[in-house]
């Protein structure tokens, strides 16, 4: 698959997962260095926020946005996802005083070559938002064809709201 970065084309490790597909397992960490895994999200409705680089002003924005939303969902599991270390993520929360939020680090590139989001020639992952039925399988997916455009919020946000009522 293609996406393009400031009108380039760049390639992804793969094609990734389409909707009514199980979402591959993979593992990112946390901010305390532990593992998290696709198996312990099953169970609740699972949103994911994949973003580039947590240091740059779209990824923020996105971030923020899903952040500030995602209170009103108790039951659901929230996810935000990028290739930058923990430390790195911990400095971007502390900077915007982010408390509650659960940011992940991909370093290790798993969840990138797993949901073949990852761009190899950049070393970061694809923007995109993911939403997982509580077995795990895709509902919903939006991969941004250009990495410097922000996602559909309100369009992220209804299926949500359309998984958790089923």
Request: proline letters at 4%.
């Amino acid at each position: 698959m293609e996406i393009t970065i400031n009108g380039e084309q760049r390639q992804l490790v793969g094609n990734p997962p389409a909707v009514g597909d199980d979402f591959p397992h993979f593992k990112v960490f946390d901010k305390d260095g532990h593992k998290v895994k696709m198996k312990e999200l099953l169970g609740k409705v699972t949103l994911l926020s994949v973003v580039p680089d947590i240091n740059t002003p779209v990824c923020s924005l996105q971030t923020k946005r899903f952040n500030s939303t995602m209170d009103q969902f108790t039951d659901v599991n929230f996810l935000t996802i990028s290739t930058n270390t923990t430390a790195d993520q911990q400095k971007w929360c502390a900077a915007e005083g982010v408390k509650n939020m659960q940011l992940v680090s991909d370093s290790e590139e798993s969840f990138g070559y797993e949901s073949k989001l990852l761009i190899p020639d950049e070393g970061f992952l694809a923007r995109s938002v993911w939403i997982l039925d509580a077995a795990g399988k895709v509902v919903y997916r939006e991969i941004v064809a250009e990495l410097t455009d922000e996602p559909d919020y309100d369009q992220a946000l209804a299926a949500l709201k359309k998984a958790l009522a089923k």
